[in-house]
Each structure stands twice: as structure tokens, then as C-alpha cells.
């Protein structure tokens, strides 16, 4: 047992549960994408655990790309602009695609990378999120596969950081707003 952080304010999904889930979620994926040979891009870093732990649930022939993105803007807000730091070492044209997401919450950024990956000649774009912040979309674009909705509260673990901190937690916890708010 994990005793919580000092800094998180209740713990919103726990080990278990989360990987309850995204062994759910992958045997769908097997399901649906049989017979393919699909690469699976995890998005740097937020994704790392979750990616990690996913992979290892698909049964499919997979391979193994990242990307580290960002977006332009100042704290809440995008600004339109998607700016790539680090890019896919393979060849994606005519492959199907995996992009494997910690969290959708404007919907800026992944919209950005699908459209992205299509006019890179990808086959399809399968977008696979561990958590949904629902009520902040303002893009029009779903995941096809999400684990969680979750409310609009900042969280962290499980991958998911506050200025780089926390990633490591194995929990997925609610950041106080203390933390956040000084
Ligand atoms: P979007 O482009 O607005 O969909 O933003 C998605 C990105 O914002 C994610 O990849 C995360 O890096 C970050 N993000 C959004 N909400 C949270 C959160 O609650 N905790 C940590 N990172 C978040
Ligand atoms: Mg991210």
C-alpha cells in the first residue's frame, strides 16, 4: 500500500483499477485491430506508464515509436500551433497507427497530431487515451479507445506531471489546488 502524497488531495483512480481497465480496453483493441501489424506511438512523456502497461496487453505484432510534442500558448489556452521536440525515428506511410495519449482534455493536441499522421500517409489513426476531460473539449475530436472520464481537476501519477513532478506516482491522484494556486 501507497500512503498518498502530500500534495494530492484524494486519490481519483487507483493501481488496480487502473490496470483493471487498460487490460479491458487492450483485449478490445485486439479485438478490433486482428490481423494487423500496427505501430503504437506513445506520446512523450505523459504516456510512458500507461504505455508501457498497454503494450503489454495487446497481442498484436507491434511497433514501437514515440513523439514528444507541445503545445504553443500560455497555461489553459492553445494558440493553434503544435510544436514537435522530438519526431518519429520510423516511416509511417501506409501503416496503421496507434497513438497512445495520458490525457485528452482541449483535444488540441491530438487533433493536431491525427491530421498530422494522416497527411504523413499513415493508413488509419486509432487514438487510444487513458483519461477524458469531456467538459473541456473544444476541438472536435474522441478517442477511439479512453479508459477514464474523468472531471476537470488537475491530476498527476501514473505519468502524468505538475511542472515534472510527479509522474512516478503509481496512483492517479488529484493535485491540490494549493499546489497550483500560489
Ligand atoms: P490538450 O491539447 O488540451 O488536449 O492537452 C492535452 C495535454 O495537456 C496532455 O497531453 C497533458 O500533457 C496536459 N494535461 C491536461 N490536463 C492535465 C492534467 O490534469 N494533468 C496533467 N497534464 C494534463
Ligand atoms: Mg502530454
Redesign the pocket.
Known sequence: MHTIHPDCEKILLTEEQIRRRVTEVASKVNCDLAGKRPVAVG?LK?SIIFYADFIRCISLPLELDFMAVS?YGSGTT?SGKLKIKKDLDGDIKGRDVIVI??????????ACLKKLLLERGAASVTIVTLLD?HERRTEDIASDYNCFEIPDE???GYG???NEEYRSLPYIGILKRSVYQK
Do not use: A, H, M, N
Open positions: 506520446i505523459g503545445s492553445s495519449e495520458d490525457i485528452i482534455d482541449s483535444g488540441f493536441t491530438l476531460k488537475f491530476v498527476v502524468l506531471d505538475y
